[in-house]
Nanobody, 127 residues
C-alpha cells in the first residue's frame, strides 16, 4: 500500500490542523494505522495508533489530549486532528502501517515495526 500524507502547514500557536493520509494500491481497510512525528534533530516519535476497524485509538501517556486519530475506510483516509497547537508540535508528521497487526501497546511505539510509510507532511507552529 502507498501512503500520502497532507494537511500540514504554518499555523500560530493555539490553532488547529487536521492531517490526512490517503492510501492507494492496497486494501487500506485491512491495515492498522499510526501517526509518528519527527522534530528537527530528534528521533521519530509515536503519536497515535488505530485499529483497521477504527476502534481502540491509542495515544502515549506523555502526549497531551490534543490529538485525535480517526479513519474513514470508505475514503481510504487516515486523519489526525491536532488542537491547541504548540511550538513543540513542530515537525514532520508521518503516517505508517504495519504489514500485520501489532498486539502489544509497546510495539506501537517502535518505528521499525511499521512497513509502509507516507512521505510526511510538515507542521510548523509559530509562537
Amino acid at each position: 500500500v502507498q501512503l500520502q500524507a497532507s494537511g500540514g502547514g504554518l499555523v500560530q500557536a493555539g490553532g488547529s490542523l487536521r492531517l490526512s493520509c490517503t492510501a492507494s494500491d492496497g486494501p487500506f481497510k485491512d491495515f492498522d494505522m499510526a501517526w509518528f512525528r519527527q522534530a528537527p534533530g530528534m528521533e521519530r516519535e509515536f503519536v497515535a495508533h488505530i485499529r483497521w476497524s477504527g476502534a481502540a485509538p491509542y495515544y502515549p501517556d506523555s502526549l497531551e489530549r490534543r490529538f485525535t486519530i480517526s479513519r474513514d475506510n470508505t475514503k481510504k483516509t487516515l486523519y489526525l486532528q491536532i488542537n491547541n497547537l504548540k511550538p513543540e508540535d513542530t515537525g514532520v508528521y508521518y503516517c505508517a502501517a504495519p504489514r500485520r497487526p501489532l498486539y502489544y501497546y509497546g510495539d506501537f511505539y517502535l518505528a521499525s515495526n511499521y512497513d509502509y510509510w507516507g512521505q510526511g507532511t510538515q507542521v510548523t507552529v509559530s509562537s
